[in-house]
């Protein structure tokens, strides 16, 4: 198991009978065919590996699986008998891997998926910051539309109140210093002094 829950599978039973087999031996030609015979042993486990497709029973897992062989040697000799053996096991969707590669192999993995999630992570914030934009424009121009209209109400609302100040106002004072009034106070309205602040368009190039 590798991080973020990522699984690589693993088969560690390799058959080395017939290499022990070619150790025992007591002359070189039947040593010879004992280790033709691992190779061939060799190549038909990891074809048959191949054709059980672990990966398919582990979420996360790449599709392939990996065949240790307990020592470089029994490599050496594989591939000294067969030199395509580790190309036909790929093919097999297999990798051959003695300990001194295996670290190696499962680091790199591990490499490439911790870059892949950084990949993954970098494309949602891209993608989620273009949301925010998005939506960020779309309230900002509501905003905009709203401080104009308000913009609009007020120059409307002061030019309401000019008009009654030049116009009603004096009207209605003479009538009160004919004595034409009721109990009320008259209240003269206000001009608005506020001023909206107009929301600036980015340039093209903040935008960006």
Known sequence: ??????????DAKTNIEAYLDALQAKHPDEAEQHLKRFARHM???AKSLGSKKYWKDYKGSPEFTVMFVPGD???????????RLLELAAESNILLASPST???LLRAV???????????SAEELFKLGKELHDRTTVALGHASKLGESLDRAVRTYNQFV????SRLMPTLRRFEEAGARSEKQLTEPKP???V??????LPEAEEK
Not at 1 to 10: D, T
Not at 110 to 120: F, N
Not at 162 to 165: K, P, Q, T
Request: proline fraction near 4%.
């Open 1 to 10: 198991s590798l991080p973020n829950g990522r699984e690589i599978v693993i």
């Open 43 to 45: 190549l038909e486990q």
């Open 73 to 83: 040697q029994f490599v050496d000799a594989a591939l000294e008998r067969e030199p």
């Open 102 to 104: 295996l670290i190696g």
């Open 110 to 120: 591990a490499v490439g998926w911790r870059e892949k999630q950084l990949s993954d």
């Open 162 to 165: 000019g008009s009654v100040d």
């Open 192 to 194: 608005i002094d506020a």
């Open 196 to 201: 909206t602040s107009e929301l600036r368009k």
